[in-house]
């Protein structure tokens, strides 16, 4: 079975710093899709940033990168220059079918600091 | 065009009660998804739709639950004699499958149903 771990609940960040937040997953399969997602008070999903498996390279939207670690199983989201709209919760999700029935971790609550 | 909308945004009822929420997905979306999210965790996958068809059900989804899409549009979610366990945000989303990559999602700002 798939399960994807976020083991900071909570971080924070003085804005125009920057900050990693983690994931981690399991997964017996070697084409899968990764995913962070930001809900803000209002409630709604945003994505963040996609990550395909078969790629190398880790993907980067503008102040957003990732540090894709495939053999690890690790999927961190770095956030450079923080604004005070980052603040959000933060989910990583794992995709195995290409279908969006997603898997997503626990979460992790990001405040950021004036 | 706004988004996937959903209505109502919040909803209470009496254990017992059935209910039922509506989910319009961006217009041109062929695929619609159902998720629960409770408090403290990520959403979980319940259901999802391509068209008006019903492709893949989850675990989660009881008999006590159904979902319908009838014209391949906007989609109903019902829960029947409602439990205090099924207090949750319901969650739809919305997507254009036509490759074989995961595409991009497209979430409403769900319904928070409970359950007294």
């Known amino acids: 079975a798939q399960t994807v771990t976020q083991s900071q609940p909570e971080m924070s960040v003085q804005e125009a710093e920057t900050v990693t937040l983690s994931c981690t997953y399991d997964?017996?399969?070697?084409?899968?899709?990764l995913f962070w997602y930001k809900q803000p008070p209002s409630r709604q999903m945003i994505l963040v940033i996609r990550?395909?498996?078969?790629?190398?390279q880790n993907a980067t939207e503008n102040r957003f990168s990732v540090n894709f670690q495939k053999a690890a199983k690790s999927f961190s989201l770095k956030i450079s220059d923080s604004q005070l709209g980052d603040a959000a919760m933060y989910f990583c999700?794992?995709?195995?079918?290409?279908?969006?029935?997603?898997?997503f971790g626990t979460g992790t609550r990001l405040t950021v600091i004036p | 065009d706004t988004g996937v909308s959903q209505d109502p945004r919040h909803k209470i009822t009496k254990r017992g009660q059935n209910v039922t929420f509506r989910c319009d997905p961006i217009?041109?979306?062929?695929?619609l998804y159902w998720y629960r999210q409770t408090l403290g965790q990520g959403p979980e996958f319940l259901t999802y739709?391509?068209?008006?068809?019903?492709?893949?059900k989850s675990r989660l989804l009881s008999d006590r639950f159904s979902a319908e899409r009838p014209k391949g549009s906007f989609s109903t979610l019902e829960i029947q004699r409602t439990e205090q366990g099924d207090s949750a945000m319901y969650l739809c989303?919305?997507?254009?499958?036509?490759?074989?990559?995961?595409?991009?999602?497209?979430f409403g700002s769900g319904t928070q149903l409970s359950v007294l």
């Open positions: 989303a919305s997507s254009l499958s036509g490759g074989a990559l995961s595409e991009k999602l497209f």
């Open positions: 997964t017996s399969e070697s084409d899968y899709y």
């Open positions: 990550q395909e498996a078969y790629k190398q």
């Open positions: 999700a794992f995709d195995q079918t290409g279908a969006n029935n997603l898997f």
């Open positions: 217009s041109e979306h062929n695929r």
């Open positions: 739709f391509q068209n008006e068809a019903q492709l893949e």
